[in-house]
């Protein structure tokens, strides 16, 4: 599925044992969280043109940020990854996109 993601979290930093998987493919994922929203984070573009500095992975949230390569049947891959744990890290936020950017921010 294509398209933009615009999204936030319904509810106040103490929530958890709930999950935030968003995924799209050439769009952009933007998610709003409260500040302190003890999550566990895992983001990543995957890009699978020549614009791999095009892209990027925008956080409001101290993330560790990697780029990497790789290869899947054949399809030369480069990777923005993007990882972090806040508070207890109870709620599990995943984010995917194939082309496009991820911006994470508190509210």
């Known amino acids: 599925m294509g398209g933009n993601i615009d999204a936030g979290f319904l509810g106040n930093g103490t929530d958890t044992g709930r999950a935030i998987d968003l995924s799209t493919q050439g769009g952009h994922i933007k ?3 409260p500040e302190n929203l003890p999550m566990t984070v ?3 573009i995957e890009v699978r043109n020549t614009l791999f500095d ?3 992975i925008k956080s409001g949230f101290p993330l560790a940020l990697q780029k990497d390569e790789e290869t899947r ?3 030369h891959i480069k990777l923005h990854t993007g990882s972090g744990i806040f508070g207890s890290g109870d709620v599990a936020v995943k984010l995917r996109t194939v082309n496009g950017n991820i ?3 508190g509210k």
């Open 103 to 105: 911006d994470i921010s």
């Open 73 to 75: 049947n054949g399809v």
């Open 31 to 33: 998610l709003a969280v």
């Open 42 to 44: 895992d983001a990543t």
């Open 54 to 56: 095009f892209y990027r």
